[in-house]
């Protein structure tokens, strides 16, 4: 997902063109309010798809979910994964930048985000089970 930030640029204008200036400002922000009302405030969209928020470092997995589906940490913070499940699991970034490899029943895999962003990741074995770090 992509954010693009509205380049709403108003110029002052000239000494000479005061007058237009003004009223081609106050329709401007006529503009402005009528047309960025929904756009460009990257609000996290309330609930979608259920899946559930929480801050902290761990993750489990269980019953072929990641729990919490998105996690919030701070820049510097180490998340452990833990598997509950009897089935084998990965945590694998979608962008590659970490990979567990298989974890069996107890296995546990720790990666610690140096960079502040959103980090989708899922299981290879199961592409159904995805989940978010949000690293703040
Ligand atoms: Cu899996």
Known sequence: MQITQAGHTVRQAGAEHRAAG??????????LLAGCGGAGSPSD???SGGGSTASG?????????FSPATLIVAV???VTW??????VHTVTADDGSFDSG???TGGTFTHTFDTAGSYAY?????????ATIVVR
Not at 22 to 31: D, M, R, S
Not at 57 to 65: D, L, M, N, P
Not at 82 to 87: P, W
């Open 76 to 78: 510097g913070d180490t």
């Open 102 to 104: 298989s974890l069996g």
């Open 82 to 87: 833990t598997n509950t499940d009897t089935a």
């Open 45 to 47: 969209g309330g609930s």
């Open 57 to 65: 470092t761990e993750v489990t997995i269980a019953g072929f979910a």
């Open 22 to 31: 003004v009223a081609l400002l106050a329709l401007l922000v006529g503009f």
């Open 122 to 130: 899922h299981c290879t074995i199961h592409p159904g089970m995805t």
